[in-house]
Structure formats: structure tokens, C-alpha cells
């Protein structure tokens, strides 16, 4: 399955980003996926202000990750995710089993 995840990272450094994509890149290695592609979105403003663990955001480092692995592998990777105190929020979402689906749909625009 392909999968795409954005992360909002609390922006204090850009380590800390580093760092969390690699961990999530390492988690769908170890689980047997594929990373597709990893993108840096830098920080921005969130669209409102979010409390999570006890302190208040209103900007967050954002990235994107793209990877094919089994359903399994995702769930641990947000398992991990949702257990890291440096994460803001996330998102995994499933764009289709198989890359040539995904880009068959992009082409077309459907």
C-alpha cells in the first residue's frame, strides 16, 4: 500500500525534524517498506492554535513523507508517532495499493 504521512514537529529546531524523519523512515525500513520520497515543508502557521502536552503552538515544522509498506508497519509507525512528545500532529493517509494506481490518477486527474 502507498501511503503519505504529514507531520507537524514543534519548531524548535530543525534537528528535532531530522530526527523524527529518520525514526519514521527507519520504522517503515525495519517493517519491510519503501520510502518513496521525503519532503521539508518548513515552518508555518498552524491553522489554530493547538495545546499538546502542556504548552500552546501557533507555528509548527511540518514535513512529508511518502512510502509503500503493509498495513501493520503503518500502524506502528503512528503508534510511535503518537507516543513522541516532540510531535505537534499527524496524519497518514492511503493513496492507493500500488504506485502505478497513484500515478495513473494523477495523470488523468481523477
Not at 517498506?33 to 495545546?51: A, E, I, Y
Not at 501557533?58 to 513523507?65: A, V
Not at 503493509?70 to 497518514?92: A, W, Y
Request: net charge positive; charged share 30%; hydrophobic share 35%.
Amino acid at each position: 500500500m502507498l501511503y503519505e504521512l504529514i507531520a507537524c514537529v514543534r519548531p524548535n529546531s530543525l534537528g528535532e525534524v531530522r530526527e523524527i524523519a529518520k525514526t519514521c523512515g527507519m520504522a517503515v525500513l525495519n517493517g519491510g517498506g519503501v520510502v518513496r520520497s521525503l519532503k521539508n515543508w518548513n515552518q508555518q502557521l498552524l491553522p489554530r492554535r493547538v495545546r499538546k502536552h502542556q504548552t500552546y503552538y501557533e507555528r509548527g515544522h511540518y514535513f512529508l513523507m511518502r512510502f509503500d509498506s503493509n498495513p501493520e508497519t503503518q500502524k506502528g509507525l503512528r503508534d510511535v508517532l503518537g507516543l513522541d512528545p516532540r510531535m505537534i500532529k499527524f496524519s497518514v493517509v492511503r493513496l492507493g495499493s500500488k504506485l502505478e494506481e497513484v500515478a495513473r490518477e494523477d495523470k488523468t486527474g481523477v
